[in-house]
């Protein structure tokens, strides 16, 4: 995690950056001012940055240009840096200086622009370091201010207090935090049993542009709600709230929780035993492992039968099955969903003496068929006399 958050240290660019690209609505130009925007010039940073150009008119003629370009730290990174240039411009010329927002670099831009029917064309030079990048961008269309600013308008998928986990997983958390207080965030993630995704640590473009950026946790449902009000006290956090995750509605019941609760706590040796015995008939197999993860909840159930790929061999069936329970809402409930994922198969070589070493080549695509889940989903809603969703109506059946 050290790692990870002194790779994010170096993206988090100042809020009060004097950015034209913000979530917030731009102040009006002034009194007879237009401004367009070009949010595409081709061949910048190898085809890889993200690029918007303000330009602002006087009639018919541009007075002034912002050119905002995101883009990879370096060749094949994920970290982004970004640089914010003010333009002066004088007749096709348009020309100004800066400094990148991460790596501190030194930036110059020195573009011609020209005027063909519609569209413009750009050619040029931008050197970031000592990286010189050759602009040949034509056939470029803009849009207006409104236009513009519609597409900046995204959805972070948090839903900060959802009526039930219909919609949103129980183990998967959200967090909205301004970059200025994202590595203390962190830091305060390393103190719980949380499991954080990766990937959420690289910070977008439209992030670094905002001056928020969304971590994306999984943690005990039966903790979830606790974490999630304590996130939402701490400095710099946004908004905080559930997202989608594991649970998918096509795979999960939801029962009575009467007696499987022992008080407040889910009984999992109950819960272990029941789900264990039905997916173990399912499979024809044989419990062998079974495990709670401290951190998502999530139960990992392994299982082994005799595998039927050459019988003589005598070779078996490892499989594994995850299961995660949970209350059917954030709040205090009657009622419990478990969710049930699709069983991995691999054959191994477990008989005495010397052993056959297998490596599955088999297609990626045929090993993400999981249409046929031996019945598994069925035979523990008829165990637990649960319901399952209706996909078309949107209710429980």
Avoid: H
């Avoid at 999960?252 to 789900?275: E, Y």
């Avoid at 052993?355 to 035979?379: M, R, T």
């Amino acid at each position: 995690m050290r790692a990870l958050v002194v790779g994010l240290i170096g993206l988090l660019a100042a809020s009060s950056e004097s950015a034209f690209a913000q979530k917030n609505p731009a102040k009006l130009p002034a009194p007879g001012n237009e401004v367009r925007y070009f949010t595409s010039i081709d061949g910048l940073m190898d085809g890889n940055a993200d690029v918007v150009l303000k330009e602002t008119y006087q009639g018919k003629t541009v007075t002034s240009a912002v050119l905002d370009v995101c883009y990879p730290a370096a060749k094949g990174s994920d970290r982004k840096d970004r640089f914010v240039a003010n333009l002066a411009v004088n007749g096709q010329n348009m020309t100004g200086t800066t400094q990148s927002i991460g790596d501190k670099l030194p930036v110059s831009v020195n573009l011609t622009r020209k005027p063909t029917g519609d569209t413009v064309e750009f050619k040029g030079q931008i050197r970031v370091g000592q990286t010189v990048t050759n602009v040949v961008s034509s056939d470029n269309s803009d849009l207006s201010e409104k236009e513009f600013l519609e597409t900046q308008t995204s959805d972070d998928g948090i839903s900060v207090a959802p009526k039930d986990f219909t919609e949103v997983s129980p183990e998967a958390v959200a967090v909205k935090v301004k970059l200025d207080s994202a590595e203390d965030f962190l830091k305060f993630l390393k103190t719980q049993d949380v499991e954080v995704s990766l990937g959420s640590l690289t910070v977008p473009c439209d992030a670094l542009r905002s001056g928020q950026t969304t971590i994306n946790l999984s943690v005990a449902p039966d903790r979830a709600a606790a974490l999630v009000a304590k996130a939402k006290s701490l400095p710099g956090v946004v908004s905080a709230g559930w997202t989608s995750g594991l649970v998918d509605m096509e795979r999960t019941i939801r029962f009575a929780a009467s007696g499987w609760r022992d008080g407040a706590n889910l009984n999992r040796d109950k819960l272990t035993a029941t789900i264990g015995s039905v997916v173990a008939n399912a499979l024809s197999a044989k419990l062998a492992s079974s495990q709670w993860s401290n951190e998502t909840g999530k139960l990992t159930l392994v299982l082994e039968r005799p595998s039927d790929t050459f019988p003589a061999l005598g070779l078996t069936d490892v499989i594994e099955v995850s299961a995660l329970v949970a209350a059917d809402k954030p709040a205090s409930s009657d009622y419990l969903i478990v969710w049930v994922g699709s069983p991995s198969i691999t054959t191994a070589d477990e008989s005495a003496g010397e052993k056959l070493k297998l490596v599955d080549n088999s297609a990626d695509d045929d090993e993400s068929d999981q249409s046929d889940d031996y019945g598994i989903v069925d035979a523990l809603a008829k165990e637990l006399e649960g319901q399952r969703w209706d996909l078309d109506k949107s209710v429980w059946k």
